[in-house]
């Protein structure tokens, strides 16, 4: 029998973990709704004054983000338990195909949440649209970069003792550089600056951790 390629193996890793959040609801029942509640509340923090929103609005969108994309991460990790690993050896999954399945899992979670909460951002904040074709672009670059983010950091925080609780610290400053050029991308965008050399920077990342995670999936799977 032909081995199944790795991208093939990817997307049914990737179809068991959103069937699974299919049936849990946690992301498109708890996560997005909250995150679109702190939206709602920040305005309340800081006041109702609309320039001040509208210039405040695009970063605190990222931080939302961030976030609330950790949730997503954990969710993955709590997924990933020692029976489910057993499971995946004994049917031969590669564990670079598993690495990439949960990201292209968390990547479609995490887009969804972005899309939602963005709007709320929009209509909240009354966030400017200047180059808004431009916007999938960052967006997508953006989730697929957290998502790999997390799937590294439950990957490494798998072979710890305290599991789980360890993915955000790993994740923020793993985050930084991605933020960094998603936010820099959309004031870019409102001022009417280039943006390409913030994309570069975020595509740049999101290829390194795609490598990291292919290359490191299988080492970190046999020290557990």
């Keep these: 029998m032909t081995q199944p390629r790795l991208m093939d193996q990817a997307i049914v890793a990737a179809r068991r973990d959103l069937a699974r959040e299919r049936r849990r609801g946690e992301v498109l ?12 509340l920040i305005p309340m923090a800081v006041g109702a004054d609309a320039p001040r929103l509208r210039e405040l609005g695009p970063g605190l969108f990222w931080v939302i983000v961030l976030l609330f994309g ?37 990547f479609v979670l995490l887009l969804a949440f972005e ?16 180059g808004w074709f431009w916007l999938p672009l ?3 670059v953006a989730g697929a970069g957290l998502a790999l983010i997390g799937s590294l950091a439950a990957s490494i925080a798998g072979n ?25 991308a959309l004031d870019g965008l409102r001022l009417g600056n280039s943006i390409l050399p913030w994309l570069l920077l975020m595509v740049t990342v999101v ?18």
């Design 29 to 40: 029942w708890v996560t997005i709704p909250f995150g679109v509640v702190a939206m709602l």
């Design 70 to 106: 950790v949730l997503v991460t954990v969710r993955t990790t709590a997924a990933d338990t020692p029976q489910q690993r057993d499971l995946n050896r004994l049917i031969g999954l590669d564990p670079a195909a598993g690495f990439v399945g949960r990201s292209l899992a968390s």
């Design 115 to 130: 899309v939602v909460v963005g709007l709320a951002t929009i209509a909240l904040y009354d966030v400017s649209l200047a």
């Design 138 to 140: 960052i967006l997508v």
């Design 160 to 184: 710890l003792a305290t599991g789980p609780a360890l993915v955000p610290l790993l994740v923020a400053p793993l985050a930084v550089p991605l933020l960094l050029g998603a936010t820099q």
């Design 207 to 224: 290829l390194v951790l795609l490598i990291v995670g292919v290359l490191t999936a299988r080492p970190l799977q046999e020290t557990r």
